[in-house]
């Protein structure tokens, strides 16, 4: 993925917390699959109850990667939020998107802090707020990530094992069944042989 594709993706991320955020709520996690350098498409996490079955639902964004065979992936999820549904410790002080690049050798975790401004009622009745861009941290390359991330980016690189995989189709067939929210970008099947 190069430095242009990079930076739209992290844009639209960013985007799309604001958008969400002004609608009184917090956007879900969501992963971005890649394949020599194209973007093969993206899920948003499913409706989930706190605890482990948000865990679960977390790893399993990394089925759309591992269904297209990607080589890269972009992640981002709202820092405070992955920690509450998941029961997991927040692994930052403060509210933060995170934005995350890996592939199947390592990863850059970059980190947008942010001060939440109240902007009055959404039109459903919920508190509007709009992010106060704070300076951001120096990228990360190491170090431990949220578990429930740690697990997608598994699932992500680490192939079906015994099992088939069942192609994009077929991974995006399950996803939407169990209400993730599933985009492919003009991907073929047999794009993915050739390439």
Not at 86 to 108: I, M
Request: aromatic share 8%; charged share 20%; hydrophobic share 45%.
């Amino acid at each position: 993925m190069d430095a242009q594709t990079y930076a739209a993706v992290r844009g639209a991320m960013a985007e799309a917390h604001e958008a969400v955020m002004a609608l009184g709520a917090v956007g879900p996690p969501v992963l971005w699959a890649a394949r020599s350098g194209r973007l093969v498409g993206y899920v948003s996490l499913r409706p989930v109850h706190v605890g482990e079955d948000a865990f679960q639902g977390v790893s399993e964004l990394g089925m759309l990667a591992a269904g297209a065979e990607a080589d890269e992936v972009m992640m981002a999820w709202e820092s405070q939020d992955l920690a509450v549904a998941t029961g997991a410790e927040p692994d930052f002080d403060g509210t933060c998107l995170c934005v995350l690049w890996a592939d199947a050798t390592g990863y850059k975790l970059q980190r947008l802090p942010y001060r939440e401004l109240d902007i009055g009622p959404a039109e459903n009745g919920l508190r509007a707020c709009r992010p106060d861009w704070l300076v951001e941290p120096a990228p990360e390359v190491a170090g431990p990530l949220p578990l429930a991330i740690s697990s997608a980016l598994h699932m992500c690189f680490a192939g079906w094992g015994e099992h088939a995989n069942p192609g994009i189709e077929g991974v995006r067939g399950y996803l939407e069944s169990c209400g993730y929210s599933v985009r492919l970008l003009a991907y073929r099947e047999d794009a993915a042989a050739g390439s």
